[in-house]
Structures are given as C-alpha cells and as structure tokens.
T-cell receptor, first 110, second 113 residues
Framework: KNEVEQSPQNLTAQEGEFITINCSYS?????LHWLQQHPGGGIVSLFM???GKKKHGRLIATINIQEKHSSLHITASHPRDSAVYIC????????????FGAGTILRVKS | KAGVTQTPRYLIKTRGQQVTLSCSPI?????VSWYQQTPGQGLQFLFE???????NKGNFPGRFSGRQFSNSRSEMNVSTLELGDSALYLC????????????FGAGSRLTVL
C-alpha cells in the first residue's frame, strides 16, 4: 500500500463545476503539500498545510490530521485548471523529504 | 527575483555514460532537494542538501549522488546510466528548513539510449 493515496486518478468536469480531489496518508507528517503540474512538466506549489484550511483565489485546501486526510477544492472550475494535481507529505521524522501521491489528472471542458 | 534554474533542460546520453545536472536555487534559499519523475513511478525524492550537507536521502542506488556548493547551487550526478534512468529530474529550493513552500525548477529531461 502506498503511503500517500489520491483519489480520483482521473477527473473530467464541466466548466463552472465544483471539484474535490482527496489525499489520504498513512504516516505521521509535519506538513502536506498540494502541487500542480501542467503538460510540459513545470510544477507549482499551491499550498503547504500543517493544520486547518487555506484559501487562495478559487482554490481551497483542508487537512484533518487526526483522520490523515486532506482535500483540494476548486470552485467555479475553468479549462485553465486542467493539470495534474499532486499531494505530497513531509514525513515527520525525515524533515523535508517528500513522499508523493500518484497524482490526479484533471480535465475541465468548456 | 529569479526562480530556480536547472541546466541543461534536455539531454540525451547512452547507457554506461554519466551525467551531471545543475540547479541554482532562488537567492537566499539554502535548501535544495532533487526529485525524479517517471511515467511508471511518478515523483520520487532523491536527496536534499542544506548548507552544503546532505540532510535526507531517498531510496536510490549509489549511482545517484549530489553535492551543494557554498553559494547553495547544487549538482546531481548519475553514473553508469541505465535505460531506466530516463526521466524528468526536478529540483526545488527552500529558504531554510521547516515550514516553507517549495519552489520548483522547470526540470532537466534526460533520455538514455
């Protein structure tokens, strides 16, 4: 079993829909990252969370440390949100060593 | 301010050769970490350097090595290349240890023939 599991693996949405991507992990963590990767490879860090909730524009990320679960929400989705979204955790005893989920491929259709 | 710069962006090598990739972090960032991304394995952590010292290491064979210089620039080296080493190699920088957001470079795409 992978230490970081994401769901769904693939997601197709219509423009304007509310989107949720989930991430569950099995290890003790010091922080969780949500990353976005567009075709061509470039990775952008969206959020780093150690507790609670963060919001940036149409993106919202939440984390429940007790349940070892995080969600990334996209409100009013747009075709430019089409990308791979990757969850990564910093294992508590290993500092900045990241363990990655397999990613969620999101396609938003207009 | 300049982002994280990785060179070269693309390179082709043959089996048995070695390769050196470079990463220049954002000015003032002291932590540099390296990652390998392949279609089969996804993103995997290679190692992290902080103030010229390797602080963390992933589960890769000894053919993969790295170092960091006093100006925080980092290099990674892969010796005796194998076909399976074909991948996108990404580096990311942090200002210092602890709770900081990573900034990634555009990556170096290595093809091993």
């Amino acid at each position: 079993k992978n230490e970081v599991e994401q769901s769904p693996q693939n997601l197709t949405a219509q423009e304007g829909e509310f989107i949720t991507i989930n991430c569950s992990y099995s290890v003790g963590i010091s922080a969780l990252h949500w990353l976005q990767q567009h075709p061509g490879g470039g990775i952008v860090s969206l959020f780093m969370l150690s507790s609670g909730k963060k919001k940036h524009g149409r993106l919202i990320a939440t984390i429940n440390i007790q349940e070892k679960h995080s969600s990334l929400h996209i409100t009013a989705s747009h075709p430019r949100d089409s990308a791979v979204y990757i969850c990564a955790v910093e294992e508590r005893e290993y500092g900045n060593k990241l363990v990655f989920g397999a990613g969620t491929i999101l396609r938003v259709k207009s | 301010k300049a982002g994280v710069t990785q060179t070269p962006r693309y390179l082709i090598k043959t089996r048995g050769q070695q390769v050196t990739l470079s990463c220049s972090p954002i000015s003032g960032h002291r932590s540099v970490s390296w990652y390998q991304q392949t279609p089969g394995q996804g993103l995997q952590f290679l190692f992290e350097y902080f103030s010229e010292t390797q602080r963390n290491k992933g589960n890769f064979p000894g053919r993969f090595s790295g170092r960091q210089f006093s100006n925080s620039r980092s290099e990674m080296n892969v010796s005796t290349l194998e076909l399976g080493d074909s991948a996108l190699y990404l580096c990311a920088s942090l200002k210092d240890s602890g709770a900081n957001v990573l900034t990634f470079g555009a990556g170096s795409r290595l093809t091993v023939l």
